[in-house]
């Protein structure tokens, strides 16, 4: 078993301990935040010559389904915070030093270029909200995506101090995450700061570093899958005598099954120099929208009898209904690569 991995099933009781509190209050509680700091979770795509792990992606989700065992929402921020710290590394050497100068840096975003970034001497002003950002008034820095006056998207590393969280955040599922819409009014970011999206997405099968050669939706699809496969098991460890606890387990394995091929395919991948297929990517993407399919009915089938197992029900149901995640919408573009070529 990976280092990381061991660390982060040890922590497993602290984050059970405390996830009703986080589901009352709508956040994660201090010590849960501790103990994924103390784990290295935070670290784990944080490149070598910043201090970090530079893990592969089948360490990260073993690491975050280890995470959902005891908490979905801690689970679910960590995975936000891991691909939003990939996310940073693809910045210029200068900010990377400001970034990751802090240790256990938190570093949330989202990609939806729902904001303006206007050339201003020195920089750009941005203005716009972001809405479902994990984990934002934990977080030290959010990388967020806006449109240039040209039109071009772009990326945008800010300190979240810069941002106004709004508390909107009220939702049946993945409750202690705290995914609030935050807010740029007027924020000026110097240019060192501001990357163009599309290579971002593209990936760079080129650079020297596998990590930072898979696209990102192919790297993020992988790491946000891995919550629905780690509560479908923390549910199933704890219920071993529950009715139909046999039909859930393999529902559960199923599950896994999927988030562990799918983060295997990446790293194989990125392990060469060669450029992603379209059918690479939707791949990923159709084996996360299964994992959480069998997750979801995995907790179905166990039902609501405790406040435990209503709450891993809630919080998978959640997943199923994200925008990247949703099993049919995965299943409708992987059809249309393989009809189409493309």
Request: proline share 6%.
């Amino acid at each position: 078993m990976h280092e990381l991995v061991r660390r982060a099933a040890g922590i497993v009781p602290v984050l059970r301990a405390h996830a009703d509190w986080g589901d009352r209050h709508r956040r994660l509680h201090e010590e849960s935040l501790e103990a994924m700091a103390d784990a290295g979770v935070l670290r784990m795509r944080v490149a070598t010559e910043h201090g970090g792990a530079e893990a592969d992606l089948a360490t990260v989700v073993r690491v975050i389904a280890e995470l959902a065992r005891g908490d979905g929402s801690a689970a679910w921020t960590a995975a936000v915070w891991t691909v939003s710290t990939w996310v940073a590394g693809r910045f210029p050497e200068a900010v990377r030093h400001e970034v990751f100068a802090k240790p256990d840096v938190r570093i949330t975003g989202i990609l939806s270029t729902t904001a303006t970034a206007t050339p201003v001497p020195g920089g750009v002003l941005v203005n716009g909200r972001w809405a479902f950002t994990t984990g934002a008034q934990h977080s030290d820095w959010t990388v967020v995506a806006a449109v240039r006056d040209t039109g071009r998207p772009v990326v945008l590393a800010v300190p979240t101090a810069d941002l106004t969280v709004l508390d909107d955040w009220h939702t049946p599922g993945l409750r202690a995450t705290g995914s609030a819409t935050t807010v740029a009014d007027g924020v000026f970011v110097p240019p060192e700061r501001v990357l163009d999206l599309a290579p971002l997405l593209d990936g760079d099968h080129t650079a020297p570093t596998p990590m930072f050669r898979a696209p990102y939706a192919a790297t993020a699809c992988a790491t946000v899958g891995a919550p629905a496969a780690g509560l479908a098991r923390g549910a199933v460890q704890a219920h071993p005598d529950a009715p139909r606890a046999r039909e859930a387990a393999v529902l559960a394995d199923e599950a896994e099954f999927h988030v562990h091929r799918a983060a295997d395919a990446v790293d194989r991948t990125s392990s060469t120099t060669r450029p992603w297929t379209p059918e690479d990517r939707t791949r990923v993407r159709r084996d996360l929208g299964e994992a959480c399919l069998r997750a979801k009915d995995a907790a179905d089938v166990l039902g609501t009898g405790d406040e435990v197992l209503h709450r891993v029900r809630r919080d998978v149901h959640a997943l199923n209904l994200h925008a990247v995640l949703h099993p049919h919408a995965s299943l409708e573009r992987y059809g249309e690569v393989l009809q189409n070529g493309a």
